[in-house]
């Protein structure tokens, strides 16, 4: 910086020095100042610190289809994933820095070390390139940024200030305007850096040493080049290195023997809540959306920025009139005033709202933090900006589906029927199996058929880079997403982990996939004997079978894979299921819960054979075969004393639910688990798989008094050294009923001992002792004291009939 020598007010003249501008990154007072100086300098160029192969996109920043946040993304060649972004927002110096010079028509160029070295120093290069003045260096590495001097905080601690967004915020960003004198905040600023380089070095990180050699170099270029003057807009932590004299030969000795990789640049959106540090961005700030008010604010920025806050919780329903706005800015100033600030802050502002307009309350408050203070903008970048193949298709396909990327969170509700909606949701699968997750399926909130589809969308900006690395997969999201899955295909580690992948196919409709995909699941199936892994695979083939048909898909293929699948697990089942310790039978109660659910979903899909009616042998079917030859299994599961006891409950139970077990059947069945030859444990698990789980199994013992009664008379009769044992079992199955399944099961209980019949009973069958059909009398009149005196009626006498209650002037 040049001082007096660097051009006044009006001089517009550089002189032979350069005009180092050292700023804040993301800093609003620093991007007016920059402004302010290149208009009084008026330099023959302005170099700005960033990656030089984003030279040939600075045009495109001049365009109004160019709006930020947005970021200079680099990423290796060969290896996508290995990318890194400068993010660059409204009020970053760097942008404003490019504005200027594209609207003076004055050349800009970018003077940081090249991506092609500083991606090939590391694989993590991942966060934003351009470094904060906190010495963040932008590579990512926690380690590195955890060793660096924060140059605010040292900065602050000498001022007095416990905390250096405030002490940043009263000195610069609330500083009023500098006269004649635009150059005295750089002054100042290059100033307290020197001082710090002087104490602290290089900061803990060698590698700046290298990026300012190269700066060096490249401002001696540039001054060679241009006469009229060279204005450098960097980061303030590099401005004493620029300044220093060092030799040509010193600077290139440290660039000699740099690693390199072959690397491409373009622009993508970027958004304020990445440019947020707790996004874990190293060179980002607390409040983008607070920042990008106090820079775009004409005048008077606390009144607007309160009237925002009104403005957002009024659309959240809440009453707030100009009243709360004219007395939260009034609160604002005051606190500003008692705590010896220049002008109210965000902290200032941020209590003021809470307390005036929320009330006290945190919850407002954190919405208007989320919404406004961080913010959630979404950049726009040119169509002519450079991208891969992939990303230009996937432009296309968002337009003509009308998805247009959105950083709010929202949710999309899809028919299947309608054409455009099922375009948009085998946008969605493909791309989700292409790993990129711009939306996320959740549960429907309204109906749950199989034609109707809910995705929770939001576009993130790493996206971007999953998008690069798909490209080597295609051109087209259709053409790379098919290639993706013939590949994860062939490197499946198993069976379950196919016929998921067939599924998503059928989803995202890539029938020229599926062939690959089938033949591998075939192969597979065969090889595999693990019963345990077919019953994983079966449910997923059976819902592609049904995705199928939504779809309007050829599934005759998979449904003789997923039926051949069925019958090998029909054979292997019950003899996989002997000698079951606890853990393997709970483990394998869940896979006949889940083949239950398929084969029937099979029936349906198939009509009972393949999608032709036939069976996976091409025989003829007869249209229950399926679910016949299932249920034999189920007996012959429930009836082997070898099965473990949570199975056999589980079979029986599946079969009294499918009406092939009658209650009485069930009843005598349970009579026989539950009489005293069976150990307690064996009786307690058979319970377990009988009632357990949310199958209905509370309800069950609701409605059939019989059964209830069969686990009272069980429960009591349990030795007392034994109860222990099967205590936390019960528990686990009893828990998991509703609260009011349970509230009822105890007043079942509590019914106690008497000669009626229960409520089975009432439908036709025998009562059991220890259910009456009408209350104990004794045992109601035992509550009967407490209750007059809840009413007050302590004093009044008895009385057992109505006459008598009558003439004493009291109602029954």
Known sequence: MTGTDGGGAGGGVIGGEPLLLGVRHHGPGSARAVRAALDAARPGIVLIEGPPEADALIPLAAGADMRPPVALLAHAVDEPGRSAFWPLAEFSPEWVAMRWALEHEVPARFIDLPATHSLAWGRDLTTDGIEGTDGSDGTGNADAVDVRVDPLAVLADTAGYDDPERWWEDVVEHRGGAGDDVFGPFLALEEAMTALRETYGHGGHDKDLVREAY?????????????????????????????????????RALLKGLPKVKTDMTWVPWTHRRLSRVSGYGAGIDSPG??????????????RWMTKVAGLLREEDRIVSSAHVIEAVRLAETLAAMRGRPLAGLGETTDAVRAVMCEGSDVPLSLVHDRLVVGDVLGEVPQGAPAVPLQRDLDRAQRRLRLKPEALERELELDLRKE?????????????????AWGEPVTSRGSTGTFRETWRLRWEPELAVRVAEAGVWGTTVPAAATAKAEADAVGAPGLADVTALAERCLLAELPDALPVVMQVLADRAALDADVGHLAQALPALVRSLRYGDVRGTDTHALAEVAEGLAERIFVGLPPA?????????????????????????????????????????????????LRARWRSVLRVLGTRDAVPGVIRGRAVRLLLDDGELGQDEAARLMGLVLSPGTPPADAAAWIEGFVGGSAGGGLLLVHDERLLGLVDDWLTAVPADAFTDVLPLLRRTFSAYEAGVRRTLGELVRRGPGNGSGVGAGAGGAGIPGFAADLDGARADAVLPVVRLLLGLDGVPVLRNAEDNDLAGVGT
Do not use: K
């Open 420 to 436: 455009i909606d099922s375009a948009r949701s085998r946008l969605l699968h493909r791309l989700r199996l292409l790993g990129v």
């Open 577 to 625: 299921c002997a000698a079951l310790d606890a853990d393997a039978a709970a483990e394998m109660r869940s896979h006949v819960d889940a083949v239950h659910g398929a084969v029937g979903l099979l029936g349906d899909a198939t009509g009972a054979g393949g999608a032709d009616g036939r069976g996976a042998g091409g025989t003829e079917r007869a249209p229950n075969a």
């Open 290 to 303: 607070w920042y990008g008010h106090l820079f775009t604010a004409p005048d008077r920025p606390i009144e």
């Open 215 to 251: 700066m060096r170099l490249q401002v001696r270029a540039a001054q060679r080049e241009f006469r009229g003057g060279v204005a450098v807009v960097c980061g303030a932590w590099h401005v004493p290195a620029l300044r220093g004299r060092t030799s040509v030969a010193a600077d």
